[in-house]
């Protein structure tokens, strides 16, 4: 069990250049958790137990509005961490975090994690930038929030997916996110029937290809230029 431990954490890019004692430490505070689909892992505002690092799988964070409706903050792909905000705040879970597939995830207890950071710099720098990087993509989130219509949001969104997650075969991008059209609704805060419009004209235009397994960007360039039309448009 330790030494599985030992070698999921060295597959977090934070972690890798920790020395044999460090990793000693850490290995001994964290724990493997597994996951089913679409699976609670915690609850927006309860109290922190753990910080999680996604070791295989896809997890994505959300909030709830008071009519019920599901905002998807983020998500997080295999060697990323959640949350980032409630470290050395005392803060409860800022949102909520659901498996989108079955996912196997490192959880470090909250209390023994940040003691380990107070001790050891290295870690803590990475997760710094992290979160700083974080802050940016969010911070683009809602400019394009106020900027753009759901349409043009929904273009933006599928570029990202292509630049950060996608594989490039050919000319093709293929994009191994089983998300559902509801799942891109919330995460560019909009209706599935918008979503649905808009990814079955790209479809008919020969741009990309949607499935349950994910999706297959086409033809990239297509993409871009609608993007650029979209933001001449709007501009």
């Known amino acids: 069990m330790g030494y599985n431990i030992r070698g999921l954490l060295r597959q977090i890019e934070i972690f890798k250049e920790l020395t044999e004692d460090e990793m000693d430490q850490l290995a001994s505070i964290a724990v ?3 996951f089913g689909k679409k699976e609670i892992i915690f609850t927006e505002g309860t109290e922190v137990e753990a910080i999680y690092f996604v070791s295989s799988g896809l997890v994505k964070t959300f909030k709830t509005d008071e009519s019920g409706r599901e905002r998807i903050v983020s998500i997080l792909r295999e060697g990323e961490m959640f949350p980032h905000t409630v470290l050395f705040s005392g803060q409860p879970y800022p949102a909520s975090a659901e498996t989108i597939v079955p996912s196997v995830l ?3 207890p909250a209390r023994p994690f940040e003691f380990f950071l107070e001790q050891h710099s290295a870690p803590a720098i990475r997760i710094i930038r992290d979160m ?20 043009d949001r929904g273009l933006r969104f599928l570029a990202d997916l292509a630049e ?3 594989e490039r075969r050919g000319e093709a991008i293929y994009i191994r996110l089983p998300l559902t059209h509801q799942d891109i609704a919330s995460a560019i805060g909009t209706s599935r029937e918008t979503v649905s419009r808009l990814l079955n004209r790209l479809k008919r235009e020969g741009i990309l ?11 990239p360039e297509a993409l871009r230029r609608e993007m ?8």
């Open 164 to 166: 950060h997650c996608g």
């Open 209 to 219: 290809e949607a499935g349950r397994s994910g999706i297959v960007i086409r033809d």
């Open 228 to 235: 650029g039309e979209a933001a001449s448009t709007d501009g």
């Open 106 to 108: 490192i959880a470090l």
């Open 132 to 151: 700083s990087n974080k802050i940016m993509v969010l911070q683009k989130r809602l400019q394009e929030a106020g900027t753009f219509d759901a349409h």
């Open 32 to 34: 493997r958790r597994s």
